[in-house]
C-alpha cells in the first residue's frame, strides 16, 4: 500500500482562481489539464512572475515540476506558495509530502501529511498516504489509525478491500510480536528463576566459619642455639 495517489492533480485543477486570468495562465493551465507538463511549464513560469499572489499557480507550477522528475524544485515551489495567503495549504502541503515520500524520506512525509491534515482533518488522500509512510515507518499502529480514517472518508473507495486486507495483516503481525514478546519475557523470566535457585542452594550448603571452628595447628619450632 505505498503507492500514491494522482489526486493532487484533481484537487488543484477544481480549485477556484479569485484572481484575473492572463495570457500565460490561460494557456499554462490548458496545457497543464491536457498533462502537457514541457508546454506548460514556461507559460506557469510566466503566469506566477505576472502574478506571485496566485496561491493556485504554485500548486500546478510545482505538480508540473514533479511530472518532470525534479522534485528539488517542485518542493521548493509548493513551500513557496505556503508563505501565499489563501486557502490551499492543505494541498500545498500534501504535494509536498508526496515527493518527500517518493524520495523515500517517509518521517518527512508523515509530517507533510500531519500539516495537510491539521488544515484540513477531512483530506482522505493524506490520511491515506500518510499510513503508508507509517507502514513504512513501522509506526504500525498510526498505520492502522490512517487507513481506518480514510474508509471513514471515502467508504466506498474502490481500494477498500486492499486496505482492509492491509489492517488484518497489520493486527496479525502486532498479535504475532505481543505473542512473541510475552514467550520472550516468559523465558527470562523462568531463567531468573533458576539463578536465584542454584543460588539459595549454594548459600544452603555453605558452612558458616567462626574463630571458635578454625583449628590452628602449631608445630613446635626446632631452633637451634648455639653456643
Do not use: C, W
Not at 507502514?135 to 467508504?155: H, N
Amino acid at each position: 500500500m505505498k503507492r500514491l495517489l494522482p489526486a493532487a492533480f484533481i484537487l488543484a485543477l477544481s480549485a477556484a482562481l479569485a484572481f484575473p486570468a492572463s495570457a500565460f495562465f490561460e494557456k499554462g493551465e490548458a496545457a497543464f489539464a491536457a498533462n502537457r507538463p514541457q508546454e506548460a511549464r514556461p507559460l506557469l513560469e510566466g503566469a506566477l512572475a505576472e502574478d506571485p499572489a496566485n496561491e493556485t499557480l504554485y500548486l500546478y507550477l510545482g505538480i508540473v515540476y514533479q511530472q518532470l522528475g525534479d522534485r528539488e524544485k517542485a518542493i521548493a515551489t509548493f513551500k513557496r506558495g505556503l508563505a501565499v495567503p489563501g486557502t490551499q495549504k492543505d494541498l500545498l502541503y500534501y504535494n509536498i509530502g508526496n515527493n518527500f515520500f517518493s524520495r523515500g524520506e517517509h518521517t518527512a512525509a508523515e509530517e507533510m501529511y500531519t500539516s495537510a491534515l491539521a488544515v484540513n482533518a477531512r483530506l482522505p488522500e493524506a490520511s491515506l498516504n500518510r499510513a503508508n509512510a507509517r507502514l513504512a515507518l513501522k509506526s504500525y499502529e498510526g498505520a492502522i489509525a490512517d487507513y481506518t480514517l480514510f474508509l471513514q472518508l471515502r467508504p466506498q473507495d474502490p481500494q477498500r478491500p486492499r486496505i482492509e486486507e492491509v489492517i488484518r495483516l497489520i493486527r496479525l503481525s502486532l498479535d504475532d510480536e505481543a505473542t512473541k514478546r510475552a514467550d520472550e519475557l516468559a523465558r527470562q523470566a523462568a531463567l531468573m528463576n533458576e539463578v536465584m535457585n542454584a543460588l539459595n542452594n549454594a548459600g544452603e550448603g555453605a558452612k558458616n566459619l567462626s574463630v571458635e571452628s578454625i583449628q590452628v595447628k602449631q608445630d613446635p619450632l626446632d631452633v637451634d642455639i648455639k653456643d
